[in-house]
């Protein structure tokens, strides 16, 4: 829980706080912007250090003049806890009930501070969450139909997200364009969190001095500019309503091109110049004390020789960063590639969830459905899985009706748990990287498998064998997924091949992870499937990934070991385990993949086409 | 006035730049409500929510009733005021689709993202024109009828074309060149800058504008009953909607109440094709089979001959 610190006092007059870094002066400055103008209620910072959510928070919360704590959102935000608030009292001999706004909009229409909501990782959002945030940032009025309540008004809630560059992309484009303020921040990662708050006191000063400001041609027109012709109208919105607030912040009449820049500058739009002098040296102007921020230090990275002539020039396009791309074979989200802008998903290409603003359209009423975490509640059915606080309050609410002596609670009352749609499936895959060659692309067979995963909205367990980059090349890597569609998942089919194969340690893990799940979700998993990609030889005995020595000769230990291991596997419960080989056909020892699907119970599946023949009727070359 | 209660403020709709396809069906849609209500696609950003609100300000001076996606099914249908059972009073609390009624449309944001349940619902009451609520003790069968008004992104999703089929019109959100984008921008913050500006000229100009649209629309509504529509427009449409391969006879209806809207909001006395060519797209677009909801040169091209033979 987040809970503000003591308000400063005004700085005494003359004096002046210590200055901080310049992305400290960038990230308070357009905090104080969002506090200050409502139609910037969105804020999504892009990796920020963790331990830095909750100072920012606080600073936040202090520019807003919010004294109780924030109301935090994630994956099991549900529309209950967002939309009304249902109160319990009790009045005499009777329980009485009111429902009202809830905390995410009962500052709508009121004097005083408004709500700050603070969601420290945009990506684990709950969908109930994601949805409060496409209905209300950026919105002129936020309609709520809510389990009895009505309410219309304009939204006054700030949001602060945080939110990793490299899954950004991940996320419904519908929802990123509504946060109006979108910076990268992991340059702010050595700050110390208590510097955060030294400029609090000069701009809260300021901002209780803002008169209202004109945005000239010249700065629409530098604000095109700057984003390009393809940005999206909120956007150019955003950045124009930027500057118009740091020109009323300095306490200019008009915002110009220059506040287009520095506005472009604070969100860590590429290609923008640092100013060449000191907004500081210019000496204080009214309503503007200490104007942190307008002042920054040159960023050293951009105050290279030619910056004053990047900045009349548009840079290459909405978020497109300066550096060059990635090595190519880096498939996935790449951090050095997405970072340093403030439209990270434009610069990444990743398979998106379909529909992410939608709740599961999957879910079958099987065991399932009593295991999955509770997100909200229902008329109970039957007598499984009650929720009783409910189903209390479902019965207070008809006491009088009822006129009983006692509180009554009848079967017309019970309410039972509504639950998230857990995965009932999971996708296990091996896949041993040095058994592919340049002529042969495994993605073919692998895909009905993906495509079974997809569908069934399966969990996605990913073992690698073998792979250039592994970190430890005696061990096989391991990751989960939430679905295949993790980017992750692409990256490491792309992966190329080292030189071990260690490939009894990567069946070893697939037993391991096949018994861990069914331990922890055991009725509710349904259906799981072990795809093995490889052509069974291992160079590397369990006990050598197991201890990480080596030593002598290995001989055919590494391939014995896998034997061994698929065997523990084939003696799992077959009823809810199904395994599949893709053979690879690479010889001389083309019978290890049948051995190793023999020890399984796998179904062994061609993964290389047959050989083309050519005109004289011999294979061609592959 | 275009401002609406809880600090509110909408745009005007005199003073929304661009999306001219949009404003007419809208209008269309207020001049003849038979028309069924209009389906706006559009990709973030196109003011597409901004507009319909700023409609129904201009031409009911109030919001329209709205139906947010996480609305619950006891505001959708109606049920009882939990305070005042409490107290231990029975009061019935009107449901959304009732309001509706009252006003004579039903806005839905993001009508895309509406759970199933609730457009089965929906679907229901549009289809029969009854209400019929048994449940949590209400036992009540009404008559309704209102146009449904959606907004929607293509980007997250489809909709069933059971659904699709109950808009009467459907529009998609058109891309804004340079100046339009520029003037678009140039409005917003003018209006946001005048809200600030006490007496502002430019407020009293936009809703004098406001005003003479909507005269405008009621006389429309006013005359629309008595334009005739000839049996070469009927066939025309029949024929029209046979070579788009429309499914169903509601597009060729829906086209020709579309079609005497615009000749009444233009003055005609009689509907001619051209005012048939104009709203066809927006008729049949949503009504073929595998259709993207695009309406291109080849679309153009298929009925082209039809109306230079008249």
Redesign the interface.
Known sequence: MVTPPPRDAPPPQGSRAPEPDEPVLRLTRLLACSAIEPRLAGVLLFDLEPHLIDPVAHLFAELLGITGPPLMLGAQTRDEDLWTRTRLRQDGGQVSVSTGPGPLIEADGRDGPPQLVVVPELTRLSVAGMRAAVQLLGSDVAVVEHTGLRHIARPRARWLAVCGSAEAAQLSPHLLDRFALRVPMAELRGARPRRLLTAVPALRHATEHIAPVSVSNDALGRVRTLLGPEAGIRRELALARLARTLAALDGDRAAEARHADEAARLIGLPGVAAPKTRALERGPSSGSSGRPGAGDRPDTDRDVPGAGREAEERPGGPGRPLEGPGPEEQVGADPAVVRDTPFPEDAVSVLRDFAPLRNLWQRTMGPAAARGAVVGSRRAEDLRDLAYVPTVREAAVHQRVRQTARFTVTPADLRSHLRAGASERLLVLLLDHTCRDAAWDWTHALTPFLQWAYTGRAAAQVIEVGGADAADELKAQSFSARNVLDPRVLTALERPAGRATPLAHGVHEAGRVLRAAFRQHGNALVEAWLVVVTDGRGNVPLTVSQSGRLAGQVGAEGVEDALGAAERIGAMDRTRVRTAVVDPAREPYGDLPFRLAAALGATVVTGRPAPETDDTGEPGER | MSH???????LPYSRVVGQDELKLALELNHVVPRIGGVLMAG?????K??LV?AFALMAHGE?PV???????D???LG?W???A????E?RP?QG?LEDAALSGMLYI??VN?L??HLINVILDVVSTGVLSVQREGLATAKHLAFGLVGTM?P???GLRPQLLDRFGLMVAAEH?D?DA??R???T??DF??EL??AGSEWLAVAERDDAAIRARLEEARQRVRHIPVPDTVVRLCAQAAERMDAVGQRGEIVATLAARALAAREGADLVEPRHLQRVLPMALRHRRPESSFEWGFEDEDRVKDLFETV
């Open positions: 609406a209660a809880g600090g509110v403020h909408i990709s973030r950003g196109t003011a929510s901004t609100r919001l709205t139906l947010p996606i996480n609305a619950t006891d505001r959708v049920g005021e939990l305070d059972l409490i107290r231990g029975a609390q959304l944001d993001e993202l759970e199933d992104n980007e997250e999703g804004l340079v984008r520029q678009l921008i140039r917003v913050l946001e800058e600030a500006v």
